[in-house]
């Protein structure tokens, strides 16, 4: 059997994958868009008690206890602040509803696994194993983020991926 240029694209390592382009700093960064609930502005939080840094707090959409974290400050880039062109990105993670905070959305990109190179073992500001890897779109770097492992990450213990794999 033959397989036609256009089937070699379809092919397990061939297949474009989207992701949503976004700016902290003076980095941009992405992650998978399938996790991406929603886009909005950023709004006032109910403050947690003892809560890292980073985890802003919580605020209720529609109904759901929604922790926000800002990336910015998970990732030691710069000082955080939140006007009205602050941007908070709702996701689905392992089934838990997350905000990230993030500097501005800037597009979505799709990437083959031919695009994306393997994180860097060091010069990055943030630990690697929340990176998926390293893109270049348009000319420029982009920092591909592995958010299931950000959200379920021991530090922020937002997620607790025992409690669900135990139960059946």
């Known amino acids: 059997m033959t397989k036609t240029e256009g089937d070699h694209s379809k092919q397990s390592n061939g297949v474009e994958q989207e992701f949503l382009s976004f700016v902290l700093g003076d980095e941009n960064y992405a992650l998978d868009i399938m996790s991406v609930k929603e886009i909005r502005g950023y709004e006032s939080v109910t403050k947690i008690a003892n809560a890292p840094t980073f985890v802003k707090g919580v605020l209720n959409l529609r109904g759901d206890i929604v922790p926000i974290v800002d990336l910015r400050m998970k990732f030691n880039i710069g000082q955080a ?78 997620v607790d991926l025992n409690a669900t794999a135990g139960q059946e």
């Not at 696994?113 to 779109?137: K, W």
């Open 81 to 158: 602040t939140y006007d009205e062109f602050t941007i908070v990105i709702m996701l689905n993670v392992n089934d838990r509803i997350v905000g990230v905070v993030v500097d501005a959305v800037s597009d979505v990109v799709k990437l083959s696994a031919q695009d994306i190179l393997p994180p860097p073992e060091f010069g990055v500001s943030f630990d690697i194993r929340f990176l998926r890897g390293l893109a270049t779109v348009d000319e420029k770097m982009v920092i591909l983020v592995n958010i299931e492992a950000l959200i379920g990450s021991d530090e922020l213990g937002l």
